[in-house]
Nanobody, 121 residues
Framework: QLQLVESGGGLVQPGGSLRLSCAASGSTLDYHAIGWFRQAPGKEREGVSCISSSGGSTSYADSVKGRFTISRDNAKNTVYLQMNSLKPEDTAIYYC??????????????WGPGTQVTVSS
């Protein structure tokens, strides 16, 4: 079964950048769409971005469009989330999860343990 682990989080100043990684094991990543989600204290988990199994289709939440870029390297069994122009409201625990497609948020499973992103001066 697909197992995912996130990494790359940390503390950055507003306007800074981070690249998160979602590494897979137990199964090859190329059969799965991968979504990035985040949860801030006191808020519900929200979808951030998703990439299709082929990498040919991507989607983004309105709050991150133009600032975040999702990509995948199936040879490395890894999906990335490049985060630029970070804002304090981006502070959250970021999770990745797998699905057959990006079309149904209820279809995501195999959640990773998450990585903390903190944007503060």
């Amino acid at each position: 079964q697909l197992q995912l682990v996130e990494s790359g989080g940390g503390l950055v100043q507003p306007g800074g950048s981070l690249r998160l990684s979602c590494a897979a094991s137990g199964s090859t990543l190329d059969y799965h769409a991968i979504g990035w989600f985040r949860q801030a204290p006191g808020k519900e988990r929200e979808g951030v971005s998703c990439i299709s199994s082929s990498g040919g289709s991507t989607s983004y939440a309105d709050s991150v469009k133009g600032r975040f870029t999702i990509s995948r390297d199936n040879a490395k069994n890894t999906v990335y989330l490049q985060m630029n122009s970070l804002k304090p409201e981006d502070t959250a625990i970021y999770y990745c999860a797998g699905a057959r497609t990006c079309g149904n948020i209820l279809g995501f499973g195999s959640w990773g343990p998450g990585t903390q992103v903190t944007v503060s001066s």
